[in-house]
């Protein structure tokens, strides 16, 4: 069965040091985004991609990046791991030719920075 | 200005009952789709159902249902039978557009929903 998977499921990292947590879906979507989920503020949008080198900024982007060199894997890397990005991630994918675009999310990455 | 509005933070309801959570949303982009998702304390995000702006009738699946009132720009999620396991977290989300012009989600704060035996 297709599906989105993320590793790792937890962290912990330091202040300051580089982090990078995965994606990959086998559903053969176009689009993958990555959200960030805290207490009070619901899902976020950190950075998201409708295809292949295409990258684009979202609401919460900074201290973040991504890259899609295939169609199935958007890493998420954080630069310099700030205490501020504690915080569980979702990455999610959807299909343009779906007139729904329906997301559909991965299992999430708990992510503690000290 | 907030585009998703869920003025429940948490919400309780009897086992075996009907349960209406509430979602209010803003935008000028005639073609849009709304979602709902559920998240148990496991953490997943499921998809539960959709509504896109120009569909004619209100969406269901299975025990959901989705009361949309286009000119009061609501979405609310019916819940019939309530069930031990719906208990969990439910978001409210919007899609504006489509394609690569659209396809971004936003999300409301959720309504914990609680459902007692």
């Known amino acids: 069965d297709a599906e989105i998977t993320q590793s790792p499921r937890h962290k912990i990292t330091e202040t300051g040091r580089q982090v990078t947590l995965a994606c990959h879906q086998t559903?053969?979507?176009?689009?993958m985004f990555w959200y960030r989920q805290d207490l009070g503020h619901g899902l976020r949008l950190i950075h998201y991609?409708?295809?292949?080198?295409?990258?684009n900024k979202g609401e919460v982007s900074d201290g973040y990046s991504v890259s899609r060199s295939n169609t199935e894997d958007l890493p998420l890397t954080l630069e310099s791991a700030a205490s501020s990005q504690t915080s569980v991630y979702f990455c999610?994918?959807?299909?343009?030719?779906?007139?729904?675009?329906?997301?559909?999310f991965g299992p999430g990455t708990r992510l503690l920075v000290l | 200005a907030q585009k998703i509005t869920q003025t429940q933070p948490g919400m309780f309801v009897q086992e075996k009952e009907a349960v209406t959570l509430d979602c209010t949303y803003d935008?000028?982009?005639?073609?849009?789709?709304l979602f709902w998702y559920k998240q148990p304390s496991s953490g997943e995000m499921i998809f539960l159902i959709y509504?896109?702006?120009?569909?004619?009738q209100n969406a269901t699946e299975g025990r959901y249902s989705l009361n949309f009132q286009k000119a009061r720009k609501s979405a609310n999620l019916v819940i019939s039978a309530s069930q031990l396991g719906d208990s969990a977290m439910y978001f409210c989300?919007?899609?504006?557009?489509?394609?690569?012009?659209?396809?971004?989600?936003?999300f409301g704060q959720g309504t914990e929903l609680s459902v007692k035996p």
């Open positions: 509504q896109g702006s120009y569909d004619q």
């Open positions: 991609s409708y295809g292949v080198q295409d990258t």
């Open positions: 935008t000028s982009d005639p073609s849009y789709g």
């Open positions: 999610a994918s959807s299909e343009s030719r779906d007139h729904q675009e329906t997301q559909y």
């Open positions: 559903w053969n979507h176009n689009n």
């Open positions: 989300a919007m899609r504006e557009g489509w394609g690569n012009q659209g396809g971004k989600l936003i």
